[in-house]
T-cell receptor
Framework: DTEVTQTPKHLVMGMTNKKSLKCEQH?????MYWYKQKAKKPPELMFV???????INESVPSRFSPECPNSSLLNLHLHALQPEDSALYLC????????????????FGNGTRLTVT | GQQLNQSPQSMFIQEGEDVSMNCTSS?????WLWYKQDPGEGPVLLIA?????ELTSNGRLTAQFGITRKDSFLNISASIPSDVGIYFC???????????FGKGTSLLVTP
């Protein structure tokens, strides 16, 4: 079982809907991440939070809005998405913000399968 | 980010065979990570490597951090059907914090 929990597992939304993806970890990790993954492709980094502050935004469109309410929780708010945004959205965490380096590998959740209609 | 070349792209083998896949980078890395992803699941960390020359095992899996610091390999011995999935290498270079991923190796194992 993964120690990073994501809900919901599946989400279907229309282009005018507003929805949120949620992620929770209880490993005491100080960095949390959102990745987007298309079928048969590697994960692509979207956002990095370090000590609850946004440290990296990989030029993600504003229709994706991240939020880190506390060190254990990470949300991704979705609004006015496009069909091409359909993908697996993965949350990950690591002990430090070195993105896997410096002895702090990333641990992923099982993702939310998002379909935009 | 840095380009990672992962090969082979796919493998189709019989149960019991050994498997080898590798990743190379154009620059020096300080970390190599190997993940396995099953359909509909997130990537699961298999092995983490942090020192050049380091050889680490996890059950039937063995991975090594190349001494040039520009490559890593993952071996799976005596493959079984549940080894099926996509294996990703990932790593950090000395020049930045970004975690770079390879394109993945898709493994199919027939009984």
């Amino acid at each position: 079982d993964t120690e990073v929990t994501q809900t919901p597992k599946h989400l279907v939304m229309g282009m005018t809907n507003k929805k949120s993806l949620k992620c929770e970890q209880h490993m005491g990790h100080r960095a949390m991440y959102w990745y987007k993954q298309k079928a048969k492709k590697p994960p692509e980094l979207m956002f990095v939070y370090s000590y609850e502050k946004l440290s990296i935004n990989e030029s993600v469109p504003s229709r994706f809005s991240p939020e880190c309410p506390n060190s254990s929780l990470l949300n991704l708010h979705l609004h006015a998405l496009q069909p091409e945004d359909s993908a697996l959205y993965l949350c990950a965490s690591s002990q430090s913000s070195g993105q896997g380096g410096f002895g702090s590998p990333l641990h992923f959740g099982n993702g939310t399968r998002l379909t935009v209609t | 980010g840095q380009q990672l070349n992962q090969s082979p792209q796919s493998m189709f083998i019989q149960e019991g065979e050994d498997v080898s896949m590798n990743c190379t980078s154009s620059s020096i890395f300080n970390t190599w990570l190997w993940y396995k992803q099953d359909p509909g699941e997130g990537p699961v960390l298999l092995i983490a490597l942090y020192k050049a020359g380091e050889l680490t095992s996890n059950g039937r899996l063995t991975a090594q951090f190349g001494i040039t610091r520009k490559d890593s390999f993952l071996n799976i011995s005596a493959s079984i059907p549940s080894d099926v999935g996509i294996y990703f290498c990932a790593g950090n270079s000395n020049s930045g914090y970004a975690l770079n991923f390879g394109k993945g190796t898709s493994l199919l194992v027939t009984p």
